[in-house]
């Protein structure tokens, strides 16, 4: 199978790793492991000083645990709901009874910011619960914008950028993003089974609250000085993030990476404009290309399978997505359309 799902395609030897020797978690070499995985999250996302927190959990763990000991810390939140994942921020304060108050973006579009700014003026909430890149939807928000607003207002900023991670520019410390969540399988293209809570240097003495027992941030920050999880971490995938943070940092770093993505999802565009697939996103993120077929819909998810790829269905009727993270090359990316093409176009006889 060919993958522009999550993860997209990975490097062979990158998933050998997973089949080598499974280390011993509770060895100097593995708080070393981890150590140095710290250090280089930190450095690609700019965030000098901050500390790293890595679960073994999905991408919504990182949320849960940002919102169970910050967010209810903090004591309100305004949520940007431009999709499903903005969605889950607003469920996760309302599961958790921390008052929130939300703005909803249409599906696809772009925030109104003057809008918002006037918003949160009057709501005043304590923390900001927003997207980067909404991945239903391939719609990305504007960090500068969304920092300006929240320093203008005091509020804190929290941004979920499991997929646009290494995938758009970011440097938390100039935006004054205090809180920062992504995971292994999106932006650093690993398998599933990572998360990540980056915390600015500013958290370095804030309390934060103790709601969840195996989320907990100081627990997991005390074990981390020593280069230590409190729970069995899933090992093998620390190996692979370590590889692919040495990676990327050794082909150039964030920068080279985005623009490696960002070619990819130019050279996949082209080709939905050359077939006439309409691409709703108003101001799309390189991670994904989301794109309407007009023919066909219903069949095209298990016919692309049956020829060897997977693509991703969107909630929406004949929305498709295709994420451009991983190895993908122009030829490919030629036969992917082409076989989208030919399902759209084959007469299946209803
Ligand atoms: C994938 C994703 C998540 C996390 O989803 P999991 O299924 O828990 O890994 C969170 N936010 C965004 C924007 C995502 O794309």
Known sequence: MESYV???????DMR?????????????EFSDIVKECERNLLALA?????????????????????????VSAKGSAHVIVGGSFGRRWRELCRYYDIP?????VEFARDLDYDALDSTIAESKPAVLLCHHHETSTGQRFDLQKL?????????????????????????????????LVTSSQKGLNIQPGLSIVLLSAHLNDFEFAHRSYYFDFAENLRNLTRGQTP????????LQLQERLRRLIATGGAEANIERVARR??????????????????????CITGFFVRRNADRLFREMIARGYFIMPGGT??????????????????????????????????
């Not at 320093?151 to 410390?173: C, I, K, N, T």
């Not at 729970?231 to 620390?238: G, K, N, Q």
């Open 16 to 28: 050998q790793i997973a089949a080598g020797e499974i280390p011993y978690m509770r060895t100097s």
């Open 147 to 179: 920092s300006a607003i929240c320093r203008r207002h005091g509020v804190s900023l929290v941004v979920d950028a499991v997929s646009s991670f290494l995938s758009e520019p970011l440097d938390m410390d100039a935006c004054g993003i205090d809180v």
């Open 46 to 70: 700019k965030c000098q000083g901050g500390r790293a927190i890595i679960y073994t959990a999905s991408g919504t763990g990182a949320m849960d645990a940002v919102v169970t000991n910050y």
């Open 100 to 104: 929130a108050t939300s703005t909803e």
């Open 317 to 350: 009727p004949a929305y498709f997505r295709v994420a451009h993270l991983g190895e993908q090359t122009d030829a490919q990316l030629d036969a992917l359309a082409a076989a989208i093409h030919e399902i759209e176009t084959t007469d299946y006889g209803k």
């Open 6 to 12: 999550f993860p997209c395609e990975i490097e062979p």
């Open 231 to 238: 729970y069995s971490p899933a090992t093998m995938l620390f």
């Open 265 to 286: 999802a130019r050279h996949f565009r082209e080709l939905c404009d050359k077939y006439g697939w309409e691409r709703p996103a108003e101001t799309p993120a390189n």
